[in-house]
């Protein structure tokens, strides 16, 4: 999922947004608030779909605007100039989010709490499979089949598509390219935002540099792709 954000942003700039880490740090971290809240009024384990479903749209929401920010920000006035530029300001965001973060909830270790229901595991066709791991596995090949569905199906999509493919002749087609570059951010952030909590889901720690590490195997992974 985090690799996805590199892709999309890739395929569209030409130019790898190393920031992409941190804006899965934001969700995992605001995701960690939202369920330590939920779990002190009873809902996280009561009633652990809900919790899960509430935390997801806080943490997809989250990671949206970070990355929509980031672009409006740091990305649009330098997109004209060279791409060792653009780069070079990609590191500078990461850093910026990342002891932003530090600053606002401090450099401690934050753990999420925990969920009864996904404790042990199942027994699928001989395999245990882990309760935690199933659900994340479930949760990402759905929002995998969505995002494929979106950009294949939708005129927004046919759209990104169009960008990627030349930027100066989609503009000629009457395509508003700043609103889908805005647009490939923010659906990268919402997928970093659901691989924020998947994260918690399945090592229930985040701290403000939970994203350096994931993001340089996402990294990795979007190359290899």
Do not use: C
Not at 16 to 27: D, K, S, Y
Not at 30 to 35: K, L, R, S, V, W
Not at 73 to 96: M, N
Not at 100 to 119: C, H, M, Q, T
């Amino acid at each position: 999922l985090i690799a996805l954000g590199y892709t999309m942003v890739y395929g569209v700039l030409r130019f790898i947004n190393f920031a992409h880490g941190e804006v899965f740090m934001t969700g995992a971290m605001i995701g960690f608030f939202t369920a330590r809240e939920l779990d002190q009024h009873g809902l996280w384990n009561d009633n652990p779909v809900a919790g899960i479903l509430i935390t997801l749209l806080v943490t997809m929401t989250t990671s949206t605007l970070v990355a929509v920010g980031v672009e409006r920000v740091a990305y649009r006035p330098l997109r004209q100039r060279p791409r060792l530029i653009l780069l070079i300001t990609a590191i500078g965001a990461s850093f910026v989010l990342q002891y932003a973060v530090r600053g606002l909830f401090g450099a401690g270790i934050k753990s999420y709490p925990e969920i009864d229901a996904l404790e042990g595991s199942w027994r699928i066709v001989g395999f245990n499979v882990v309760k935690s791991q199933g659900v994340v596995i479930v949760i990402a090949v759905a929002m995998m089949l969505l995002l494929y569905a979106f950009v294949e199906r939708t005129r927004t999509g046919r759209a990104m598509r169009a960008v990627a493919e030349d930027q100066e002749t989609a503009e000629l087609m009457g395509i508003n390219v700043d609103r889908t570059i805005v647009t490939v951010f923010a659906v990268g952030g919402a997928m970093a935002g659901v691989a924020g909590l998947l994260w918690g889901l399945v090592f229930g720690q985040v701290f403000f540099f939970t994203g350096f590490l994931p993001g340089i195997k996402a990294f990795a992974s979007a190359v290899l792709g």
